[in-house]
């Protein structure tokens, strides 16, 4: 089992950018896949982007070309640039992680962080 801690989120405005961290004990990152999924109020969590541990990502369709998911093995953390932020991407954002290989399906992760609060405003 990891443990996941995410952090860096705030309020920003339209066209802003913000950095997330998701720092990991326990296990390596460079082991496992790493996602992120977010939740926005009254909605479900969806799928954001996911690094396999060989290093392959990808990434929903709604954010694809804004934002980018990193890893810093030496640090044991998985990053998320997030650029030209919209109203729509304000969720709390969630890292998740799993042993076998990457998947958009929040089903497939048994470990996860408490979430990091994004909030852009136009």
């Known amino acids: 089992q990891v443990q996941l801690v995410e952090s860096g989120g705030g309020l920003v405005q339209a066209g802003g950018s913000l950095r997330l961290s998701c720092a990991a004990s326990?296990?390596?990152?460079?082991?496992?896949?790493m996602a992120w999924f977010r939740q926005a109020p009254g909605k479900e969590r969806e799928f954001v982007a996911v690094?396999?541990?060989?290093?392959?990502?990808r990434y929903a369709d709604s954010v694809k070309g804004r934002f980018t998911i990193s890893r810093d093995n030496a640090k044991n953390t998985v990053y998320l640039q997030m650029n030209s932020l919209k109203p729509e991407d304000t969720a709390v954002y969630y890292c998740?992680?799993?042993?076998?290989?990457?998947?958009?399906?929040?089903?497939?992760?048994?470990?996860w962080g408490q979430g990091t609060q994004v909030t852009v405003s136009s």
């Open positions: 326990g296990r390596t990152v460079s082991s496992r896949a």
């Open positions: 690094m396999s541990s060989g290093g392959t990502t």
């Open positions: 998740a992680a799993r042993i076998l290989g990457s998947s958009w399906q929040m089903s497939d992760y048994p470990d």
